[in-house]
């Protein structure tokens, strides 16, 4: 299957600080890519789809102020968690639809453990 | 999105198979029966879709009710590292995935 990469796989930070996470599909292409996250014991939540060449759409709650979402090239999408504070802390997953056959197959990344002291 | 039901939780012995179903009675005709599995601190993993016809695939094989209002997803030996949440998810394009609690398996020694 398609390989999805996220990097850093965990990060610490200072409350008030920034922390960018960036996302790559890595032997496909991908013009839209997902933005979860995932608080203890709860389901993936979806944040926003990032769109290659365009703004990123966000879902309703979720600030686009701070969590910016850029989509420079077809291969990596990047979320930046700006005035990061300890309620931010969290596991962030990106996803990306590659087309296998007749359908759209999602692959996911391994997630990027957030914490905010 | 289609709603889907999945127990909360199965156990299943190592080397045995594992069964998990999944009730999706609203889902569209154009959407794929798709099921992935997060392990414990990390990304969800593909397991296996179908449409209409069971599927097989090195991982797992999918069984499809002919009134494409449920399915069962069947590890045929499973192991330790099979351990996860398994989630059932009717989708179609190219947009995100929802998820819902899924079902945890504990696969026992």
């Known amino acids: 299957g398609a390989v999805v990469s996220q990097h850093p796989s965990w990060v610490i930070c200072k409350s008030g600080t920034s922390v960018k996470i960036e996302c790559r599909s890595l032997?496909?292409?991908?013009?839209?890519m997902f933005w979860y996250r995932q608080f203890p014991k709860q389901s993936l939540m979806l944040m926003a789809t990032?769109?290659?060449?365009?703004?990123?759409?966000?879902e309703q709650g979720v600030e686009k102020d701070k969590f910016l979402i850029n989509h420079a090239s077809l291969t990596l999408s990047t979320l930046t968690v700006t005035s990061a504070h300890p309620e931010d802390s969290s596991f962030y997953i990106c996803?990306?639809?590659?087309?296998?056959?007749?359908?759209?197959?999602?692959?996911f990344g391994p997630g990027t453990r957030l914490t905010v002291l | 999105d289609a709603k889907t039901t999945q127990p909360t939780s199965m156990d299943c012995a190592e080397g045995r198979a594992a069964n998990l179903p999944c009730n999706h009675s609203?889902?569209?005709?154009?959407?794929?029966v798709y099921w992935y599995r997060q392990i414990h601190s990390q990304g969800p993993q593909y397991i296996i879709h179908g449409l209409k016809n069971n599927e097989t695939n090195e991982m797992a094989s999918l069984i499809i009710t002919e009134d494409r209002k449920s399915s069962t997803l069947i590890l045929p030996h499973a192991t330790l590292r099979d351990t996860a949440v398994y989630y059932c998810?009717?989708?179609?394009?190219?947009?995100?995935?929802?998820f819902g609690s899924g079902t945890r398996l504990q696969v026992q020694p």
């Open positions: 990032s769109n290659e060449g365009s703004k990123a759409t966000y």
């Open positions: 996803s990306a639809p590659s087309t296998a056959g007749e359908t759209d197959t999602q692959y």
């Open positions: 998810i009717p989708h179609t394009g190219r947009r995100a995935l929802t």
């Open positions: 609203t889902i569209s005709g154009n959407e794929y």
């Open positions: 032997d496909f292409q991908a013009t839209t």
